[in-house]
């Protein structure tokens, strides 16, 4: 490698420079251009721990010289380099030139004489901002610089609070602390500091400072951010009310009752709260009062004769309509005002509701409300935020008096009361009918499964409702029978459990559970075809296969183990279909990905699918029990798309928009010939599908056979003869049988 030509030459004092207190130290740099070509140059001063502005050179930079030529800098030091340093303290020359491309650099030797002044030091933090938690325990470091070469003693680190708060002061175990001997260089100090438990969240600033002689020689400033800790409870007492009269005769005054709402703060954050209100769309109005009663202190209150009453008039919002129910518009909602809400302080809203116009005959009539609790710091969780009040309103005629009228209307009452269209309280997510057709099975957020006679349905003297499989304790977000035997039921729960119940034999608790991962909410179950695999999708993106025998010959819960399991899929799997016969499986979800995956080899296929965004997600698969092959997929924009599939991929048929709102089930009659749509549009539409798996000619548009008025969250098809069966779970918390007629046992037919 050539040797590098030398085209700077530095020639810098041999002697010791020496700086006195007070008195600049001058001393000149000469620089030689080497080179064969024009070049300025750039003189700079380097030492470690220097601070800035210590010294002055003339000329800052040079003009271009000539070859051969010499450049003086002239250098003055103005101050110590290191402030406090005394001794003999090397100076590192640095000469450049941005033409030659090149650096020289030298030593020059600077001898700093002591001084009389005052003594320096140097406090930093390390840590400047510290977030903590009530009841935390943390320490705030400290470093001290002592930059002379001679001792410091009798100094004292200190920490104090800033702007007259001195919260952190209490909360250190020793504020102050001794330096009775600081030798040079750098050493660390630590405070130890504890978070009372009931410290609300703010920002507390602090100041560590060094002093001598009560003296402060440097100081540091550091600031400690308490952290939102804790909750707000929101509870409703009670949540359903009965507007009526206990007697015997007809009751002419308007009643009302009164619901209390609690607002419950547990947390260490001053609130600004809120209580919303919202009647459940479809219903006739009521008047509404919400008023806002705050605990009162003792001395606010007055005697007048009948109790004690609050002299403080308290702010409310108020809601009355006075139109006829015909007439009223579209109700969105009342609020009361933004009250401050304390940390450990409970805040009570009183909700009165009353009814102007009560019917005269009838039966009660339930009324629904969503009553909401806002924060306008949103910072922390609100439990329970969203809650749902009933109200029943009775007739001005007592019940107990028309059951008098006649058995006619005793008859008319009796057929009402066991309409099985109401059974669960909250929406309904999942239905499903067993391979005979004859029983359907329901899932609901009111945390229930429950059993159904599907001939209910169709006669007026036989009980649909056939009782309560079972409480889960959560919300199930899915239900699947086992297939075969139908002896058992899955129930894939919000809170990530998979609860297995009998379908013969209500118990009071599961025949086992299958825990994968807490809080990793199941959204769909598939069980394999011959019944012994039961596979679960979860919103962490995983697919968990089960082997059903090993569970249930298990004896213990707590022992399940998965028996495999997809890779991190990198979506929320929101449905499940199995394909072919054993060994494969349809996974759909966010983003529009959509595979194929092999339990048996645990390979994955990627099918071809229209990508989408993270608001995008295919949010059913369907395949039919005698036409395995095929598939069947629905997403939250509206579209169709039938596949057929062979041993290791699906080929898209035919894909259409069947509505402009997101489509949540699809299902195919078990011999493949009917596929059913429902969702956010509140219909039912069915597709009659030929040999050739696309849709048969006079079924281009679809056929609606169901409008129940409510989003429907869940359908179910199945097929007795010539007559089809349609079962939907609606957001009305109902479940619906629809009967067909006309529909033979061929596809391409009817």
């Given at each position: 490698?050539?040797?590098?030509?030398?085209?700077?030459?530095?020639?810098?004092?041999?002697?010791?420079?020496?700086?006195?207190?007070?008195?600049?130290?001058?001393?000149?740099?000469e620089?030689v251009?080497?080179?064969?070509?024009?070049?300025?140059?750039?003189?700079?001063?380097?030492?470690?721990?220097?601070?800035?502005?210590?010294?002055r050179?003339?000329?800052?930079?040079?003009?271009?010289?000539?070859?051969?030529?010499?450049?003086?800098?002239?250098?003055?030091?103005?101050?110590?380099?290191?402030?406090?340093?005394?001794?003999?303290?090397?100076l590192?020359?640095?000469?450049?030139?941005?033409?030659?491309?090149?650096?020289?650099?030298?030593?020059?030797?600077?001898q700093?004489?002591?001084?009389a002044?005052?003594?320096?030091?140097?406090?930093?933090?390390p840590?400047?901002?510290?977030?903590q938690?009530?009841?935390?325990?943390?320490?705030?470091?400290?470093?001290?610089?002592?930059?002379?070469?001679?001792?410091?003693?009798?100094a004292?680190?200190?920490?104090?609070?800033?702007?007259?708060?001195?919260?952190?002061?209490?909360?250190?175990?020793?504020?102050?602390?001794?330096?009775?001997?600081?030798?040079?260089?750098?050493?660390?100090?630590?405070f130890?500091?504890?978070?009372?438990?009931?410290?609300?969240?703010?920002?507390?600033?602090?100041?560590?400072?060094?002093?001598?002689?009560?003296?402060?020689?440097?100081?540091?400033?550091?600031?400690?951010?308490?952290?939102?800790?804790?909750?707000v409870?929101f509870?409703?007492q009670?949540e359903?009310?009965?507007?009526?009269?206990?007697?015997?005769?007809?009751?002419?005054?308007?009643?009302?009752?009164?619901?209390?709402?609690?607002?419950?703060?547990?947390?260490?954050?001053?609130q600004?709260?809120?209580?919303?209100?919202?009647?459940?769309?479809?219903?006739?109005?009521?008047?509404?009062?919400?008023?806002?009663?705050?605990?009162?202190?003792?001395?606010?209150?007055?005697?007048?004769?009948?109790?004690?009453r609050?002299?403080?008039?308290?702010?409310?919002?108020?809601?009355?309509?006075p139109?006829?129910?015909?007439?009223?518009?579209t109700?969105?909602?009342?609020?009361?005002?933004?009250?401050?809400?304390?940390?450990?302080?409970?805040?009570?809203?009183?909700?009165?509701?009353?009814?102007?116009?009560?019917?005269?005959?009838?039966?009660?009539?339930?009324?629904?409300?969503?009553?909401?609790?806002?924060?306008?710091?949103?910072?922390?969780?609100?439990?329970?935020?969203?809650?749902?009040?009933?109200?029943?309103i009775?007739?001005?005629?007592?019940?107990?008096?028309?059951?008098l009228?006649?058995?006619?209307?005793?008859?008319?009452?009796?057929?009402?009361l066991?309409?099985?269209?109401?059974?669960?309280?909250?929406?309904?997510?999942?239905?499903?009918?067993?391979?005979?057709?004859?029983?359907l099975?329901?899932?609901?957020?009111?945390?229930?499964?429950?059993?159904?006679?599907?001939?209910?349905?169709?006669?007026?003297?036989?009980?649909?409702?056939?009782?309560?499989?079972?409480?889960?304790?959560?919300?199930?977000?899915?239900?699947?029978?086992?297939?075969?035997?139908?002896?058992?039921?899955?129930?894939?729960?919000?809170?990530?459990?998979?609860?297995?119940?009998s379908?013969?034999?209500?118990?009071?608790?599961?025949?086992r559970?299958?825990?994968?991962?807490?809080?990793?909410?199941?959204?769909?179950?598939?069980?394999?075809?011959d019944?012994r695999?039961?596979?679960s999708?979860?919103?962490?993106?995983?697919?968990?296969?089960?082997?059903?025998?090993?569970?249930?010959?298990?004896?213990?819960?707590?022992?399940?183990q998965?028996?495999?399991?997809?890779?991190?899929?990198?979506?929320?799997?929101?449905?499940l279909?199995p394909?072919?016969?054993?060994?494969?499986?349809?996974?759909?979800?966010?983003?529009?990905?959509?595979?194929?995956?092999?339990?048996?080899?645990?390979?994955?296929?990627?099918l071809?699918?229209?990508?989408?965004?993270k608001?995008?997600?295919?949010?059913?698969?369907?395949?039919?029990?005698?036409q395995?092959?095929?598939?069947?997929?629905?997403?939250?924009?509206?579209n169709?798309?039938?596949?057929?599939?062979?041993?290791?991929?699906?080929?898209?048929?035919?894909?259409?928009?069947?509505?402009?709102?997101?489509?949540?089930?699809?299902?195919?009659?078990?011999?493949?010939c009917?596929?059913?749509?429902?969702?956010?549009?509140?219909?039912?539409?069915?597709?009659?599908?030929?040999?050739?798996?696309?849709?048969?000619?006079?079924?281009?548009?679809?056929?609606?056979?169901?409008?129940?008025n409510?989003?429907?969250?869940?359908?179910?098809?199945?097929?007795?003869?010539?007559?089809?069966?349609?079962?939907?779970?609606?957001?009305?918390?109902?479940?619906?049988?629809?009967?067909?007629?006309?529909?033979?046992?061929?596809?391409?037919?009817?």
């Amino acid at each position: 490698m050539p040797k590098l030509t030398k085209l700077i030459d530095i020639a810098t004092p041999e002697q010791i420079v020496p700086l006195k207190p007070g008195q600049p130290a001058e001393f000149e740099v000469e620089v030689v251009n080497q080179s064969d070509q024009f070049a300025s140059f750039q003189l700079e001063l380097e030492s470690e721990g220097a601070g800035t502005s210590w010294y002055r050179l003339s000329p800052e930079v040079s003009a271009k010289k000539p070859p051969g030529s010499k450049t003086t800098f002239r250098v003055k030091i103005l101050d110590t380099p290191v402030p406090g340093f005394v001794g003999r303290m090397n100076l590192l020359v640095l000469v450049s030139s941005p033409e030659l491309r090149q650096q020289e650099r030298r030593i020059v030797r600077l001898q700093i004489e002591a001084s009389a002044a005052r003594v320096t030091l140097r406090v930093s933090l390390p840590t400047r901002n510290f977030e903590q938690r009530p009841y935390d325990r943390f320490l705030i470091p400290v470093m001290v610089y002592n930059p002379s070469k001679e001792p410091i003693v009798d100094a004292v680190l200190r920490v104090t609070g800033k702007d007259g708060d001195t919260t952190i002061e209490h909360w250190l175990e020793n504020a102050e602390e001794p330096l009775p001997r600081l030798t040079t260089g750098t050493r660390e100090f630590t405070f130890r500091c504890r978070v009372p438990r009931q410290t609300i969240a703010s920002n507390h600033l602090f100041t560590v400072g060094i002093y001598r002689n009560e003296e402060c020689l440097d100081s540091a400033e550091g600031i400690v951010n308490i952290l939102p800790d804790g909750y707000v409870d929101f509870v409703c007492q009670p949540e359903t009310q009965h507007l009526r009269h206990n007697g015997w005769l007809p009751d002419r005054n308007n009643r009302t009752v009164t619901y209390e709402l609690q607002l419950d703060n547990q947390s260490n954050l001053p609130q600004q709260a809120q209580v919303r209100l919202e009647p459940v769309e479809g219903q006739s109005a009521c008047q509404y009062y919400l008023e806002v009663a705050p605990t009162l202190d003792p001395d606010d209150f007055e005697h007048n004769g009948n109790g004690h009453r609050p002299t403080k008039v308290l702010p409310s919002a108020t809601l009355v309509d006075p139109l006829p129910e015909a007439e009223l518009p579209t109700r969105t909602g009342v609020s009361s005002p933004y009250t401050p809400l304390a940390p450990a302080q409970k805040l009570v809203f009183n909700l009165e509701v009353s009814k102007n116009r009560r019917p005269w005959l009838g039966l009660p009539r339930k009324y629904l409300f969503l009553v909401q609790a806002e924060m306008q710091e949103q910072r922390l969780d609100v439990r329970n935020d969203t809650q749902l009040l009933r109200l029943w309103i009775h007739p001005h005629i007592p019940l107990k008096t028309q059951l008098l009228g006649g058995l006619g209307l005793l008859a008319l009452l009796w057929f009402v009361l066991i309409s099985p269209l109401s059974k669960h309280s909250r929406a309904v997510n999942s239905v499903q009918f067993n391979g005979a057709g004859d029983r359907l099975i329901s899932a609901s957020d009111d945390q229930s499964l429950m059993r159904w006679n599907v001939g209910g349905f169709f006669n007026p003297f036989t009980r649909a409702n056939l009782g309560v499989i079972g409480r889960t304790g959560k919300a199930v977000r899915v239900a699947r029978y086992r297939p075969v035997s139908n002896d058992l039921v899955a129930a894939g729960l919000e809170n990530g459990d998979i609860q297995l119940w009998s379908a013969i034999a209500p118990k009071q608790q599961p025949i086992r559970t299958l825990t994968r991962q807490r809080d990793d909410r199941v959204l769909d179950l598939a069980f394999s075809r011959d019944a012994r695999y039961l596979f679960s999708s979860h919103g962490s993106g995983t697919v968990q296969q089960w082997q059903v025998d090993r569970v249930l010959s298990t004896p213990s819960s707590l022992d399940q183990q998965a028996l495999g399991s997809t890779p991190a899929l990198g979506f929320a799997a929101y449905a499940l279909a199995p394909i072919g016969t054993n060994d494969q499986l349809a996974i759909g979800g966010q983003f529009n990905r959509l595979l194929l995956w092999n339990w048996q080899t645990n390979t994955q296929k990627p099918l071809n699918y229209p990508p989408g965004s993270k608001d995008d997600y295919i949010l059913s698969l369907a395949s039919a029990d005698y036409q395995s092959d095929r598939l069947a997929v629905s997403d939250n924009r509206g579209n169709i798309t039938l596949m057929t599939c062979t041993q290791d991929t699906c080929n898209t048929i035919e894909a259409w928009q069947a509505s402009d709102r997101p489509i949540h089930s699809v299902a195919f009659s078990p011999n493949g010939c009917y596929l059913a749509s429902a969702g956010d549009d509140g219909r039912v539409t069915l597709w009659g599908i030929g040999t050739d798996g696309r849709r048969i000619a006079d079924s281009r548009t679809g056929r609606v056979v169901a409008r129940p008025n409510s989003q429907i969250r869940s359908v179910s098809l199945a097929q007795h003869e010539n007559q089809l069966l349609v079962a939907t779970g609606t957001e009305d918390t109902k479940v619906r049988v629809t009967r067909l007629n006309g529909f033979n046992q061929s596809c391409g037919r009817r």
